[in-house]
């Protein structure tokens, strides 16, 4: 009987940890300010959110009069469980954009920020759109263009985002309680994102799934991978 000596196949080589930098406007050479407006009223930020996104996608132009036409609608997505002060809530929003043609958003709450923030970061690595998280205890909305990470989220599970790039409804107004807003596309580190992503909890009564949580509207059908403004 005639034997034959076999090559073992190599191993597939580990991953190697690098250092993510993403910002899907950046990406496409896109200025941050083409596709921001800033909330008309300064209760409007849900639906200046809503805009901001459509706009990121190519949907629709985040002008003034658009902005007024989802305040106009509201009426077709509210809902008590959404929002106990009627009016917008992520719910809301969520329904606003697949109405709009962005279809596929969901709202997930996470008991940790980190979490939250690296499934954002997956989301639109993976999808190439906009997140939007809802900030200041839920009285606010920001969208999430990008992010920096320690290590790829679609990757590693222990990789760790360290803050994210930011188009602010609210700029450039400034809070009472906190502070001045920056402009479009800034990157807010970790300090900032502890100081302003916080933990749902409003005061016209409880929300189950909700209270205590960290919300953001995530997307979820791909318009076109995201790749990193730079690694390493």
């Known amino acids: 009987m005639a034997c034959s000596a076999r090559t073992p196949p190599k191993p597939t080589p580990r991953p190697v940890k690098k250092k993510v930098d993403l910002d899907i406007l950046q990406a496409r050479g896109s200025d941050p300010a083409d596709s921001f407006n800033t909330e008309i009223d300064h209760e409007w930020c849900a639906p200046a959110a809503t805009q901001i996104v459509l706009d990121v996608l190519g949907i629709k132009n985040a002008s003034d009069d658009f902005q007024r036409e989802l305040v106009s609608r509201i009426g077709e997505w509210e809902s008590w469980k959404d ?31 980190q979490d939250a923030l690296r499934e954002s970061a997956k989301a639109i690595m993976k999808t190439g759109a906009p997140v939007i998280l809802l900030a200041w205890r839920g009285a606010h909305a920001w ?24 188009l602010d409804p609210w700029y450039p107004r400034i809070s009472s309680i906190w ?54």
């Open 83 to 113: 929002s106990h002060n009627g009016d917008w809530g992520p719910a809301a929003m969520r329904q606003a954009l697949d109405a709009y043609g962005a279809t596929g958003y969901v709202v997930k709450a996470y008991e940790r920020r």
């Open 143 to 166: 969208v999430m263009t990008g992010f920096r990470a320690n290590a790829d989220p679609t990757v590693w599970r222990d990789a760790r985002v360290t803050g994210a790039y930011i």
């Open 179 to 232: 502070g001045a807003s920056d402009g479009p596309g800034v990157f807010q580190d970790t300090a900032e994102m502890e100081r302003n992503y916080l933990p749902w909890q409003r005061p016209e009564g409880a929300y189950p799934g909700r209270d205590g949580n960290f919300i953001a509207v995530l997307p979820t059908q791909s318009v076109g991978k995201a790749k990193p403004l730079k690694a390493g």
